[in-house]
RNA sequence: GGAGAGGUGGCCGAGUGGUUUAAGGCGAUGGUCUUGAAAACCAUUGUACGGUUCUCCGUACCGCAGGUUCGAAUCCUGUCCUCUCCGCCA
């Protein structure tokens, strides 16, 4: 979410960098944030002047009434003036009444009852009164912060400005082709031919887009998942395990919800909904917390399942396993100061391509123009690693600061050192890589000639020393 | 899944409708005293939003959401979570 006192502040500077998005509906809806805004702010002090009022009166008469000093005859002609004053909406005069610090004027007198009576259904109606406004600023409370968490995210200065993902700048490749002689094969003949993936049971299981590893295919995948924690642990990470499932607050504090929710599987009966990627698990980790400044930079890593329903993607890639409802990610994740993040996503980018130079395959990196940024990043690169069988530049690693987006719809604060003052930490978040895409990267660069698959050197020792994955 | 007991500030813990404007304690921070430390004493103490603009003021928050009432931490309803016992299970 964005900060509504910047949107206040600098209307005219939040709109010239919406307009780098590539999104008008986010744009259209700055100009209706900014009336409701206007009108909560007046509508909410003048509200809050009449509660306090109301609080003052009742608490003066609460105490009027007990008194144990006072003849009843007193009580009765104050409460009698209180609530004259009180209709005449003089709040002071009667607020004076009750508490005793104006004498009575001469020649009040009055029934107890009727005059407490009296006084009450005042204060009711003042009541009902405060009521009705408080329901009117809730209103437009609830209708300001919905179309806030509609909003995406600004782009950092230093991202280039194009409109669309066909601009993404590429880096160099980088690591080497490996010689092949002879005509790759894209891993959806490798697979099958060795037994290691069978698409077949997989959608007999549960439909297109669904897959089984077998032998091989599913060793390999563990030893993928145990390098890259191993690798993240090395870089200071701390492991995570979390619950695959989760309340849906998260999908909003991770930005998810509102805008992508049909991109996520929800569980039947319970407003819970499965993992698209750990981020949003961990993004919401310290959810309603304040952080000490000592302890940041927080550096976590999770390895989890990520399911995701690819419905904006029907009819695209689908051949093989790159894009599936299922699959496994390691996932880096930084909470950091402001004054720190763009410093830490240039490290964590640059961990994500070191696991693919361990892996020796070649890749790339990208930078994200303004138009291709998404809803939650302010700037992100994107790592791909070739893959001659299918041709193709493999997306296996994105990462992102969200800046202070995800940790204010979260309600996640800190401490800066030595004040009491809370301030909003930057989140960093960063594949460290994603399975099936790395797997097929590996089975199209280290394909041979018959059909076997060398296993990249560092994958070895968690594969009992084995060093080729064969038909046999 | 069944039965019972609970949920109050950073922590412990009082609080059965209006002197509670959440007592008291612990912790933390600042100060006094001290060569230094401890002890003692004094002061301060959360979050969000709004107003004001660097200092205050106001409103809300006692798990959460509704309700009753002039007024709710307190009464009512629902819900979530925790603990104990039983059942089931890896």
């Given at each position: 979410?964005?900060?509504?006192?910047?949107?206040?502040?600098k209307?005219?500077?939040?709109?010239?960098?919406?307009?780098?998005?590539?999104?008008?509906?986010?744009?259209?809806r700055?100009?209706?944030?900014?009336?409701?805004?206007?009108?909560?702010?007046?509508?909410?002090?003048?509200?809050?002047?009449?509660?306090?009022?109301?609080?003052?009166?009742?608490?003066?008469?609460?105490?009027?009434?007990?008194?144990?000093t006072?003849?009843?005859?007193?009580?009765?002609?104050?409460?009698?003036?209180?609530?004259?004053?009180?209709?005449?909406?003089?709040?002071?005069?009667?607020?004076?009444?009750?508490?005793?610090?104006?004498?009575?004027?001469?020649?009040?007198?009055?029934?107890?009852?009727?005059?407490?009576?009296?006084?009450?259904?005042?204060?009711?109606?003042?009541?009902?009164?405060?009521?009705?406004?408080?329901?009117?600023?809730?209103?437009?409370?609830?209708?300001?912060?919905?179309?806030?968490?509609?909003?995406?995210?600004?782009p950092?200065?230093?991202?280039?400005?194009?409109?669309?993902?066909?601009?993404?700048?590429?880096?160099?490749?980088?690591?080497?082709?490996?010689?092949?002689?002879?005509?790759?094969?894209?891993?959806?003949?490798?697979?099958?031919?060795?037994?290691?993936?069978?698409?077949?049971r997989?959608?007999?299981?549960?439909?297109?887009?669904?897959?089984?590893?077998?032998?091989?295919?599913?060793?390999?995948?563990?030893?993928?998942?145990?390098?890259?924690?191993?690798?993240?642990r090395?870089?200071?990470?701390?492991?995570?395990?979390?619950?695959?499932?989760?309340?849906?607050?998260?999908?909003?504090?991770?930005a998810?919800?509102?805008?992508?929710?049909?991109?996520?599987?929800?569980?039947?009966?319970?407003?819970?909904?499965?993992?698209?990627?750990?981020?949003?698990?961990?993004?919401?980790?310290?959810?309603?917390?304040?952080?000490?400044?000592?302890?940041?930079?927080?550096?976590?890593?999770?390895?989890?399942?990520?399911?995701?329903?690819?419905?904006?993607?029907?009819?695209?890639?689908?051949?093989?396993?790159?894009?599936?409802h299922?699959?496994?990610?390691?996932?880096?994740?930084?909470?950091?100061?402001?004054?720190?993040?763009?410093?830490?996503?240039?490290?964590?980018?640059?961990?994500?391509?070191?696991?693919?130079?361990?892996?020796?395959?070649?890749?790339?990196?990208l930078?994200?123009?303004?138009?291709?940024?998404?809803?939650s990043?302010?700037?992100?690169?994107?790592?791909?690693?070739?893959?001659?069988?299918?041709?193709?530049?493999?997306?296996?690693?994105?990462?992102?600061?969200?800046?202070?987006?995800?940790?204010?719809?979260?309600?996640?604060r800190?401490?800066?050192?030595?004040?009491?003052?809370t301030?909003?930490?930057?989140?960093?978040?960063?594949?460290?890589?994603?399975?099936?895409?790395?797997?097929?990267?590996?089975m199209?660069?280290?394909?041979?000639?018959?059909?076997?698959?060398?296993?990249?050197?560092?994958?070895?020792?968690?594969?009992?020393?084995?060093?080729?994955i064969?038909?046999?």
């Amino acid at each position: 979410m964005l900060d509504i006192a910047l949107i206040r502040e600098k209307p005219d500077w939040v709109k010239a960098q919406m307009e780098k998005l590539n999104d008008d509906a986010a744009l259209q809806r700055i100009d209706r944030i900014l009336e409701l805004d206007g009108q909560r702010r007046t509508r909410r002090t003048r509200i809050e002047t009449a509660q306090a009022a109301r609080n003052k009166l009742n608490r003066a008469m609460g105490k009027l009434r007990g008194d144990k000093t006072m003849p009843d005859a007193e009580k009765a002609a104050r409460a009698k003036g209180a609530g004259a004053a009180v209709s005449a909406s003089d709040y002071d005069k009667a607020r004076d009444l009750l508490d005793g610090s104006i004498a009575l004027e001469i020649g009040d007198d009055a029934d107890f009852n009727a005059s407490f009576g009296e006084l009450i259904k005042e204060l009711r109606l003042m009541g009902d009164k405060i009521a009705d406004g408080f329901d009117r600023v809730e209103a437009i409370e609830k209708e300001l912060r919905e179309l806030m968490l509609w909003l995406p995210n600004l782009p950092h200065p230093s991202v280039p400005v194009f409109a669309g993902e066909e601009h993404n700048l590429a880096g160099e490749m980088r690591g080497a082709l490996r010689e092949i002689d002879f005509e790759p094969k894209p891993h959806w003949e490798l697979g099958p031919a060795l037994g290691i993936i069978d698409f077949e049971r997989g959608v007999k299981l549960a439909g297109s887009r669904y897959y089984v590893l077998k032998g091989w295919g599913a060793r390999l995948q563990r030893a993928l998942i145990s390098f890259f924690l191993d690798q993240a642990r090395a870089n200071g990470y701390s492991e995570l395990y979390t619950p695959y499932i989760v309340h849906s607050e998260m999908l909003y504090g991770s930005a998810q919800f509102p805008k992508f929710q049909d991109t996520v599987y929800g569980v039947a009966e319970e407003d819970k909904y499965l993992l698209p990627t750990a981020e949003v698990a961990i993004t919401n980790l310290h959810r309603d917390e304040i952080l000490e400044e000592a302890d940041l930079p927080l550096n976590y890593v999770a390895h989890t399942p990520c399911f995701r329903s690819e419905k904006a993607s029907a009819g695209r890639d689908v051949r093989g396993i790159k894009r599936v409802h299922q699959f496994e990610k390691v996932e880096m994740y930084k909470f950091t100061t402001p004054e720190t993040s763009y410093a830490e996503l240039e490290i964590m980018t640059q961990q994500a391509e070191d696991i693919c130079a361990l892996l020796e395959i070649p890749y790339r990196r990208l930078e994200i123009v303004t138009g291709d940024l998404g809803f939650s990043a302010a700037k992100k690169y994107d790592i791909e690693m070739w893959s001659p069988g299918c041709a193709e530049w493999l997306e296996v690693s994105s990462c992102s600061n969200t800046e202070a987006f995800q940790a204010r719809r979260a309600m996640l604060r800190y401490y800066p050192s030595g004040s009491r003052k809370t301030r909003y930490p930057h989140t960093l978040n960063g594949s460290g890589l994603a399975t099936p895409r790395v797997m097929i990267a590996i089975m199209e660069n280290y394909q041979r000639a018959d059909g076997s698959i060398v296993i990249p050197e560092v994958l070895r020792s968690y594969l009992g020393g084995a060093d080729v994955i064969d038909a046999g």
